[in-house]
Each structure stands twice: as structure tokens, then as C-alpha cells.
């Protein structure tokens, strides 16, 4: 065979091998397509079941999904406002990010409180029974709004607020730009803004994916979601409450609000840290760490270096989650009413009561930063 043949006959031979391949290839994408195709339209009909079985469920629960409190208009949306007790004293507390229902999670606490003071509890858009509405999350916008909707609901200052967690971003910004409308401050568990230093930005990806499980009902497939909550597992809630607060669960998970939050939480840390720490009354109750995603020395250490440089500041430390406001609200309430005592603040009487409280609060820790 000469050597053209040989060539002829081995190209031939690559030819056919390289066709045989492509069918094979051919089979094999195709059987892929097939099962991509298959594994769609599965996923699509369990959505859809979901969300059918979710909007059902939604209607079920429209009695429970009922104002608890009051319904104030800022800038064209409808903003939740609850106010209870009377006193000397105003109180507005400010929920932490992803809190479903405000009103209810601060309630253990804060029925403690309003025997002596006037109790205000601030929905944000997409929290609670306020608007789900696409507006900017900017603190400066946020803190607008809160003080906007104190003001449509006739609540006047000065305040004492009680922010959880995210929510003390907006209260130290309220102390920066209005000091003269804040007379003290009280962390539950707050995340200063050094804290998202060490978080960093959220996954966006997980955050959308999040908040579509959420919209379509896939939440109500892992009711333990709900039910292992803090204000349901240790709050005073009645069986009453707790069932509104699971329908204010499924309507207010990862809303779009709360997703954009997330998304400017970094830089609105930044903003907040770029002025020095506002010289005002400062107690902050610091949890063990659990449930804040930090090592726990590390997330006392930060409330602590931020205090340290306010005057007369004062740390307390409990052993519980990060929800304290929950586990630990006696304590906290009997603390807050001594503090503010101590501060001529409000109508409270609470002298010598720390070590009374069947030892809740004699197993606290508290530190004192300045003069």
C-alpha cells in the first residue's frame, strides 16, 4: 500500500471515528437537554404548587393579619405605629434586620416597661404590617421616615430608644443628626458599625434566592422557620400572638425592603462611623454571641471598643442568644428602668432591684467605660 493510501485510509478511519464520537456526543447532550428539560418543569410545578398552596393559606390567615396598632402615612405609604403605656419617658424601639414582626418580638419586653413609660414600637417599610415598598434603604432614609411617621402619629420627644441589633445604625445617626430629639440609647444586642468590618457585604445571590423561596411559600414547607423563633420559643407571647406572629412571618420574610437593606447595610455603617460616637447616656446588653454569626469574644469586644469611647457608657452582659429582647427580657426591663433612674428619666422606681429577679440579673456582667 503506498503511502497515500495509508493516509487516505487512516483520515477515513478519523472520519468515521470522529462521527461515531459526535453521535455519541449528540445522545448525550441530548439526554442531558431532556433531563434539564424535566428537572425544569418539575421545579416550575412545585413552584407553582407552592405558591397556589401559599396564596391559599394567605387567605386563611387574612383575619389574624389584622393592625395591631396604628396606621400613619409617610411619603404615600402606610407605615405600622404602635404605642402603649404612659409615662414621663418615651421609648420607640427599633427592630433588627429581618425581624418580621416588630410589634410582637419586643412585646415581652416592653410590657415590663409601659407601666412606667409611654411604649412606641416603629414598623419600617416591609416590616410588619407597614408597606412592602421599593424605596432606598440609605440610613439617612430610613431614619427619615422613622421620624416622619413619630410625627404623623402626634409621638413627641425626646426619645429613649431601644434599637436591636442593625437597627442601632439608625439610632446612632438619629444621636448624630438630632441630638437634642435622643436622650439616651439602649443596645439590645447592637451591631456598631465596626461589626460589618468583619461580615463584610451579604451574598446578593443567596439573598434573592432567599427572598423567592420566601414570596413564593416555600417557607411554609419548614414551619420549624417560624416556630424556633425567639419570640415564640421564649417570649410571653399568648397562643393568640403567637399565631399572628406566624401570619405576619409569611407575609414579611426577606421582603424586598428588608433584601435591600442587607444590600446597604456596609455602607451604611460606613456613613454612620465617619462621625465620632454621639456623647450621650449609653447602656448596651451584649449577648453570648449566639445566632450573630461572630465568634462571640469578638462580637462583645466590638460593642465594648465602641463604647469605650463614649462617657459613662455601660456594657452589660447576658448569656443568651442574640435575640435578648426575648430571653432575657426581664432583666433587661428591670436594668433599663435603673438606668434610666439613675438618669432622672422618666417615672420608674427601681432602686436596689439587680440582684432581685430570681438571679437573671445577678449573673450579668457590667462595665463601666469613662467618667
Known amino acids: 500500500m503506498t503511502h497515500e493510501r495509508i493516509v487516505i485510509a487512516l483520515t477515513e478511519t478519523e472520519i468515521m471515528a470522529n462521527s461515531k464520537g459526535s453521535k455519541a456526543l449528540r445522545k448525550v447532550l441530548s439526554k442531558t437537554g431532556v433531563g434539564i ?3 425544569s418543569l418539575l421545579l416550575s410545578v412545585i413552584t407553582l404548587g407552592s405558591f397556589v398552596n401559599h396564596q391559599v393559606h394567605l387567605g386563611k390567615e387574612s383575619d389574624l393579619f389584622s393592625p395591631l396598632g396604628r396606621i400613619v402615612s409617610v411619603d404615600g405609604h402606610a407605615m405600622s405605629l404602635y404605642t402603649e403605656g ?4 418615651t421609648l420607640v424601639f427599633l427592630a433588627g434586620s429581618g425581624t418580621a414582626s416588630p410589634i410582637l418580638d419586643f412585646r415581652s419586653l416592653y410590657s415590663q416597661l409601659s407601666d412606667h413609660y409611654e411604649i412606641v414600637v416603629v414598623e419600617r417599610l416591609g416590616y410588619g404590617f407597614s408597606d412592602i ?8 432614609t430610613v431614619l427619615a421616615e422613622t421620624r416622619e411617621a413619630l410625627k404623623a402619629g402626634s409621638v413627641a420627644g425626646p426619645y429613649v430608644l431601644f434599637p436591636h441589633s442593625m437597627a442601632v445604625l439608625a439610632a446612632l445617626r438619629w444621636a448624630q443628626k438630632y441630638p437634642g430629639e435622643v436622650s439616651a440609647i439602649i443596645g439590645l444586642d447592637a451591631a ?13 445571590a443567596m439573598l434573592q434566592v432567599t427572598s423567592l423561596a420566601a414570596r413564593v411559600g416555600i417557607t411554609r414547607f419548614f414551619p420549624s422557620i417560624v416556630d424556633d423563633s ?17 401570619a405576619v412571618f409569611y407575609r414579611r420574610t426577606q421582603t424586598r425592603p428588608m433584601v435591600k437593606e442587607l444590600e446597604s447595610v456596609v455602607k451604611n455603617a460606613e456613613t454612620v462611623g465617619e ?10 446588653f451584649t449577648s453570648n454571641g449566639d445566632g450573630t454569626g461572630l465568634d462571640p469574644r469578638a462580637w462583645k469586644r466590638h460593642q465594648t471598643d465602641y463604647l469605650a469611647k463614649v462617657n459613662g457608657s455601660q456594657q452589660i452582659t447576658l448569656d ?5 429582647q426575648d430571653f432575657e ?20 422606681s427601681t432602686k436596689g432591684v439587680l440582684t432581685t429577679l430570681d438571679g437573671d440579673v445577678a449573673d450579668s456582667v457590667v462595665r463601666q467605660h469613662g467618667n
Open 37 to 39: 428539560g424535566i428537572l
Open 86 to 89: 404612659a409615662g414621663g419617658a
Open 133 to 140: 415598598a421599593d424605596e432606598p434603604r440609605d440610613v439617612d
Open 192 to 204: 456598631v458599625p465596626s461589626v460589618y468590618e468583619d461580615t463584610g457585604p451579604p451574598n446578593k
Open 230 to 246: 425567639a419570640a415564640i420559643k421564649a417570649g410571653s407571647l399568648s397562643e393568640r400572638e403567637k399565631d399572628i406572629y406566624r
Open 275 to 284: 462621625l465620632p460616637p454621639p456623647q450621650l447616656p449609653m447602656l448596651f
Open 320 to 324: 443568651s442568644g442574640h435575640y435578648i
Open 329 to 348: 427580657y426581664k432583666a433587661i426591663a428591670a436594668q433599663s428602668r435603673q438606668f434610666l433612674d439613675d438618669l432622672d428619666i422618666g417615672t420608674g
